[in-house]
């Protein structure tokens, strides 16, 4: 009997004891291709020797240092590299254990910022529905994710949020993209109006709405008029590129696609590939000087955040990225990735969208091509899919709740950016297999 506490209770999970490139490999010896990286984690694939040796040599000479002593040179040594690749005028790094705890930082960084300007009736957040954000407390209110918020509203802080930009389901007939990105965008500024521009400390969003959504990116210029906006009334752009983030979409930083820099921005994930648990928050030069010039003492802090293990995998990886050309290709297989779902689902009658950037990529699965009509949750079309998908060999990420956190299905794929194209094509041969044998048939 196992006394781990597992995700889902009556689930019978197969024991992971390999991996070598892009696939997993349980102890029956059956091979997984890791079609979606974990989630959207595993950008170099499961045996990058580079980096097994970067974390190998960091063991053997330092294994931990508490930031509260002491700094380390992998912490050092990454955080410059990061600077030196960040977009706008990004200038720190402060290292955490994963997504949440990057955003959730971000968060609590958005408030002392303010505070320590003398603003402190700045306390409102606002983001967007269908969004995710992270499973602590904060990030969880951050999110617009109706499912996973459900069970734990009563403890959540109030947060504002907005429509998304989702063009495939809400964009108006005749209205152009750019002008559908352009009205969902000005929702900002009627909500900061709204809240009262003098309360509002900032606004979180995923350059490319990830689980939630499905790998759905803004339409052009929506992410320019909500910088605009934030400008216009001083409040803070915080960007969360936890899954999307990290050469993901085809850049090191996703936002670069849309031309915008945050104030704050978010990362996790492929930042260490799955070989050490990592993430990070960076913000501006102005707000670490704000900080800097007054109380001093970021309120916050991990024991774990800014661990030399951990930062010497993650810069292993980036440098793995960069050394290698790996981001670029990675918006080249993600093209071809692209190409190859368009002509095997483009014209089935039950794929209504296929979207995204990079090696992240969504398929909305509907019951109705012209009216977009979304499947009855009670199919359970989602779960159906992934189990399919994983007794065909194939590790994909489905998930209901697509459209408001209870209509609709979709499947996220974010494969290692090592896929070669023969490897692209079991991945939609496999997926074919699995969506066939999920469908209602008749």
């Known amino acids: 009997m196992s006394h781990v506490f597992p995700r889902h209770t009556k689930a019978k999970l197969p024991t992971a004891v390999g991996g070598e490139g892009c696939y997993l490999i349980d102890s029956t010896g059956k091979r997984y291709f890791d079609g979606s990286g974990g989630a959207a984690v595993s950008c170099l694939g499961h045996s990058d020797a580079a980096v097994i040796a970067a974390v190998q040599e960091q063991v053997g000479k330092l294994a931990f240092a508490h930031t509260g002593f002491m700094t380390s040179e992998p912490a050092e040594a990454l955080a410059d590299l990061l600077i030196a690749n960040a977009p706008g005028d990004l200038d720190r790094v402060y290292f955490v254990s994963g997504g949440s705890e990057a955003t959730e930082s971000a968060i609590k960084l958005a408030r002392q910022y303010f505070l320590e300007k003398g603003e402190p009736e700045r306390r409102h957040l606002i ?24 069970q734990f509203d009563p ?4 947060v504002s949020h907005i429509a998304p930009c989702y063009e495939y389901v809400d964009r108006a007939e005749g209205e152009s993209s750019f002008d559908y990105g352009q009205r969902v965008a000005n929702e900002l500024e009627a909500e900061i109006l709204r809240l009262g521009p003098e309360t509002v400390m900032a606004f979180m969003a995923e350059p490319v709405v990830g689980a939630t959504s499905g790998a759905v990116p803004a339409v052009e210029g929506y992410f320019k008029r909500i910088r605009e906006i934030c400008d216009q009334y001083g409040v803070l752009l915080i960007l969360d590129e936890v899954m999307c983030g990290m050469g993901r979409t085809g850049h090191l930083f996703a936002c670069e696609a849309d031309g915008v820099s945050p104030d704050i921005l978010c990362i996790a994930k492929g930042l260490g590939a799955g070989y050490q648990p990592i993430g990070a928050m960076l913000c501006s030069r102005q707000m670490y000087e704000a900080i800097e010039g007054g109380s001093g003492f970021f309120q916050h802090g991990h024991t774990y955040i800014g661990h030399p293990v951990a930062t010497a995998a993650g810069l292993a990886v980036v ?32 794929v209504g969208d296929i979207r995204g950037r990079g090696l992240f990529r969504g398929i909305e699965l509907v019951q109705d091509r012209v009216g977009k009509t979304p499947f009855d949750p009670a199919l359970g079309l ?23 956190g209870r209509m609709g299905d979709h499947i996220l794929l974010a494969p290692p950016f090592i896929i070669s194209d023969e490897q692209i094509t079991e991945v939609v041969d496999k997926l ?3 969506i066939t044998a999920s469908l209602p048939q008749g």
């Open 127 to 150: 983001a967007r529905r269908q969004s995710y954000h992270g499973n602590t407390l904060g990030a969880l209110a951050a999110g617009g994710n109706a499912w996973r918020r459900q």
């Open 155 to 158: 403890l959540l802080i109030g």
């Open 319 to 350: 440098r793995q990225m960069l050394e290698r050309d790996l981001i670029s290709r990675c918006a080249t297989k993600g093209a071809r990735l692209q190409a190859a779902l368009e002509d095997r689902f483009g014209q089935h009658a039950q």
């Open 382 to 404: 989602a779960a159906k899919i992934k189990k399919a998908a994983f007794e065909a060999g194939l590790i994909c990420y489905p998930m209901s709740g697509t459209r408001d």
């Open 432 to 434: 074919e297999l699995a």
